[in-house]
């Protein structure tokens, strides 16, 4: 009875000692929790790569990342969450690999895909095309009126930061046959000036400018003008010049005011 009691307690003794050692070895190395990988803000030779966490709850172990981009590791040891990719060209495509990782063996990893650099049109590219120009001219000193008609112009965008107008598009060609270019100041409203203050105006919004100029010299004219773009060019060509019937004296075009003498933009 006794040695039957002894043995029975040798093999209870021997089960919670061999459960207790396991319960103190460490996990095997396992998967990390999944993640997913964002790509933005594509520059012509950069990316930036944002990724969500990959939780570990395997072990303790602080989780790691390193980045591979077609086939070449690029970054390693990283604990952040977001990589800014240089060394691109704007033409080619890769594919790459985030890797989340820990001392223990634990991982995990998502994939993600930069595409070409698509070139941006400029800013102000939905100016250039055919406009329909409203205009009223009247004695600068005087404000006498002197002529109100319709004609069709042409603004078209040069680059970033400078439009050409075409006025001598105009039938007739009256005094201003020379067309002229105007600066883009987009931290003044998109304000239009040239060579000072006069000419100038403003975008209004992607079809409607507003324009203002003085002109001569024994006779100074003030002329204000309403640029509309033509959603069909084809008008260009029924769209020549319009005289009102009765002349009115107006110091507004299209219900818009354009501002005093020099036309400061407002």
Known sequence: MNRAYLLFTLLVLAFFTRCERQDLRPNAPGDLGSFIVSVSNRLATSADLNWTIATNSNNNDSVKYRIVLNGNQIADNLFTTSFTVTNLNADS????????YTVSGDISSAPFNIERFVTPPPAYSYVTGFYRVTETTTTFTTGSFISNFTFVGKATLINDSTILFEQNRRIPKTWWATDFQQRIYPGLNDSLM?????????????????????????????????????????????????????????????????????????
């Open 93 to 100: 495509l890769y594919n790459g690999r985030v890797y989340a």
């Open 194 to 266: 040239l060579m000072g203050t006069s000419p100038a105006g403003r975008i209004l919004n992607p079809s409607t400018i507003r324009m203002g100029y003085l002109f001569g010299s024994t006779i100074v004219y003030d002329v204000k003008q309403m640029w509309t773009k033509l959603d069909n060019p084809a008008d260009t060509s029924t769209i020549v010049y319009v005289y009102p019937n009765v002349p009115t004296m107006t110091t507004t075009v299209a219900g818009n005011n354009v501002s005093g003498a020099g036309y400061k933009a407002r």
